[in-house]
């Protein structure tokens, strides 16, 4: 019974990982020939030497640290905003719309909010005396718009795991710390977080590995422009490995790499939510 | 009741023994060649021809992997002219195919119609006829033609530069026009902008360089300095296949770009689509484009305000040729030689033009009268086909591409210095990638 779940697991999953691991030690470049050798470390020392490659480490560090922290405080402020609301259940539906949209398709969409000269976002600004912004072509600005396409369209992920955590809490323990005279504020501060602490983390957690795969929306807004500004290593990882000339083995080393900081990632969170624990600062997870 | 069930019966035996093809295909090329499969299957019922159209971005990485790994999962398609070297392997030779199948070339069917740099650039690849040219596309350069004549604008224009309003032939005559039909330095300018241009950081401004460094390149010094530019690996090389593009020639490309950004809207964060709205909606006077958003201009705009001149600088060539899969049975390259002969055929040629607009590779096509007539754009592309530049056709574009828009991306918004240090930098990149 477990057989044909294991092949199909088998053939998904660990044949395209060992592959990617072969490939990434080969001289695999489909533009030149479909024959493979043996060149060591080569790929991986290439990275290094790869300024478009650094370039996109830099932003996706960019988009990392500023994206996901300011999805991580809106998402939990607006979960815990929004509960006992008039409209609360409208609200709570609306809100998931930037999430259920196909990046690909809030790419377009984003395109068009930031054209220049017939784009709504221009012409809003214009209401308050701001002069016309190039949203795709500054660098600046370009990466500011990717950031805040991401918030937009992640924001609702975490608010939808801290909603759904604040709903399961139980309501005797609330009403217990009212009893004992705390506010709303030590309420939230002192039962509420600390209960969804752990959810938290699985959402920053997801969301940081998420962020690491940042591609669609800049495939189709900025194509990683001006300049390598808003190229994402996810999106250099498809330029190498498919657009311009399908070199399997530099693009493997790459994901290789991409997985190693992925996984080191997520663990530096665990083991810092672990430290604090041991320190006595953490909560009870 | 038999005619019903005869006619079953027919319809499942063609379905059984006829031969399907897939053809793909870029967006551009779909409507046409759609049209022309649904002409083909009425002549032959028992091929079927399936049109397959893939965006420009996804087309080429398919192709690759199609033919790279010998799958067959497509017959015949469409292939950009700058990726022949790449492709090039996985294409039948035509030249051969039609020595050992000559009953399948009409007696019309005539090689040495199609214009000569057209049927060497799109159609064949180190001496072998890998492709047979479909659609001949190149830059144009469009105007708002009601401006250009108004009495008032003219007169403006004169008292303003000293000279008269004319269509311009060179960039430099581009900057003072695009300068007086921007707002920001004209107050009375009827349009916010002179000209849309478009640097995206995309293949858009490999090819957009062209239009400006093959002025200079080709003028006499640049051909003295550099050599002719051949087909193999057009403007960016000198004659010995080096780096051209840092040079003296080079820089004033980009200094040129540099020049004219003012007067165009967000030139590098629009490409093909938002100039075609800037010019559609108005905003600009002036913009370089493909033959193909004519038919938007013209919807749009109004034929009688929609002007067609050569590029001022020199065009660059975007041609599509129709190839064949090296890789499939005997019997599909058979129907999908049949095909791509119909589809590239005189009649195609003109037909497809007049209906889809989708610009001609023959010489009988622009010397018919009656296409003539039709388009204005005709006059304009014969000087065009014969004057301008052409991108590397060679296995290594498509990473070259990538580096030299990154670089110039960098250099046009300020990133990066413009200077001949910048370009040697980029060209010792192309050498690495060309492994010289």
Redesign the interface.
Known sequence: MVLPVLALFLAMTIYPFGFMIWASFRDYD???S?ETHFIGLSNYFQIFRDS?AIESMKFTAKLLSIAVPVELVLGVLIAFLIRGVKGEKIIRSSLLIPMMIPPAVSGVAWKML?????GPVNWFLSLFGVP?I??????FY?QLGIIIIDVWQWTPFIFLMIYAGLQSIPQDLIDAARVDGADWGRVFLHVEFPLLRPLILVALVLRIIDCLKTFDIVFMT????????THTYSFYIY?VG?????NIGYASALSVLLLIVAIVLVNAVFRLVRMRQQLGLGGEE | MKRFLLLIFLIITSLIFSVKISVLCSPDNADALKWLAQEFMKQNPEIQVEIVPLSW?VLY?KL??DL??QAGSFDAFTYDVMTTG?VSFGLVDLGEFMKQHPELVPEDYDLNDFIPQVLEESGKWQGKLVGLPFYNNTMLFYYRKDLFEDPKIKQAFKEKYGRELTLPTTWEEVVEIAEFFTKKYNKSSPT?YGIALMF???HTLFYMYLLFFGEYRNAPLGIMRHGTADLEFGEYFTADHKPAFNSEEGLKALEMMKKLMPYS??????DYG?TI??FN?G?VAMVPQWTGPYLIFKSTLGEDKVGIIPMPGRSVSGQWALGINKFIPEDKKLAAFKFIIFATSKWADKNKFLRFAVAPARISTLQDPEVRAADPRVPALEVTYVSQTHRPRI??E??L???T??IF??I??G??PLSMETLNDLAKKWEEILGK
């Open positions: 489909l533009s030149k479909a478009t930031y054209n220049f000269a017939f016309k190039s949203w795709l072509g500054d660098p370009a900025t194509w990683g422009g001006p300049g390598s500004a330029k498919i657009s311009f000339g399908w | 971005e990485p690759l992997q790279r790994s790449a916010d995206p950081r995309t809207p967000d030139p590098l964060g629009s938002e709205e800037y909606q905003l296995p290594e498509p990473r591409e990538d580096i828009v990154e991306s960098k046009l918004s990133e990066l």
